[in-house]
């Protein structure tokens, strides 16, 4: 299947500091891109949509001033959690799909954030 | 409230023991898919389902969206301690299809 790789898989931050993920297609171009976050023994929580070139759509509750979403390619799209805290340490995915609903989304391997 | 609701949470079965994991949605679904997952790491692709009555197997995992397209359910037939790990239901919603949401994981843990 097809392959969508995740950077980093591990990060430590200090409190205050932003921290850029990055999520590639690698062998297709994803029209539309997921971001995830999951709690320890929790099922994944959708944080926003983003479809390339146009502003994210972000889910009731997410803040968009603090996790900034940008999909400037066909096959990348960042998400940068701006003034990291303590709290938004978690295990961060991404998914990647390619335009229209007949196809599954592929996964990255996901992003352990950690702030201290 | 949680749009797709899998049950049960958590699973522990005897090595060889058929199980199924139920998941429910509250709206129509466009399509429905089945994941794996082992915490921490990436989502395995299962299969994919979209026709009401539809049903799909790979190996020993057997899954089925039911008519209505609001209810699917995942079979295992004769566990083993690889199927361990986290199922997750994902679907696309009708009429709100441009999210792929996710139910809320079933814990599978298989003992020997």
């Known amino acids: 299947g097809a392959v969508v790789s995740q950077h980093p898989s591990r990060v430590i931050c200090k409190s205050g500091t932003s921290v850029k993920i990055e999520c590639r297609s690698l062998?297709?171009?994803?029209?539309?891109m997921f971001w995830y976050r999951q709690f320890p023994k929790k099922s994944l929580m959708l944080m926003a949509t983003?479809?390339?070139?146009?502003?994210?759509?972000?889910e009731q509750g997410v803040e968009k001033d603090k996790f900034l979403i940008n999909h400037a390619s066909l096959t990348l799209s960042t998400l940068t959690v701006t003034s990291a805290h303590p709290e938004d340490s978690s295990f961060y995915i991404c998914?990647?799909?390619?335009?229209?609903?007949?196809?599954?989304?592929?996964f990255g391997q996901g992003t352990r954030l950690t702030v201290v | 409230s949680q749009e797709l609701e899998q049950s049960p949470q958590s699973l522990i079965v005897q090595e060889g023991k058929n199980l199924t994991i139920n998941c429910t949605s509250s709206?129509?679904?466009?399509?429905l898919y089945w994941y794996k997952q082992k915490y921490g790491e990436g989502l395995i692709f299962l299969m994919m389902?979209?026709?009401?009555?539809e049903e799909k197997s790979h190996e020993k995992i057997t899954a089925k969206l039911d008519e209505k397209k609001q209810q699917s359910s995942l079979h295992i037939t004769a566990s083993q301690p690889s199927h361990a790990g986290i199922y997750l239901c994902?679907?696309?919603?009708?009429?709100?299809?441009?999210?792929?949401?996710f139910g809320t994981g079933t814990r599978l843990q298989v003992f020997p």
């Open positions: 983003s479809n390339e070139g146009s502003k994210a759509t972000y």
């Open positions: 062998d297709f171009q994803a029209t539309t």
């Open positions: 994902g679907a696309d919603i009708l009429f709100d299809t441009d999210k792929l949401i």
């Open positions: 389902l979209q026709k009401g009555g």
């Open positions: 709206k129509t679904l466009y399509g």
């Open positions: 998914s990647a799909r390619v335009l229209g609903q007949d196809t599954e989304a592929f």
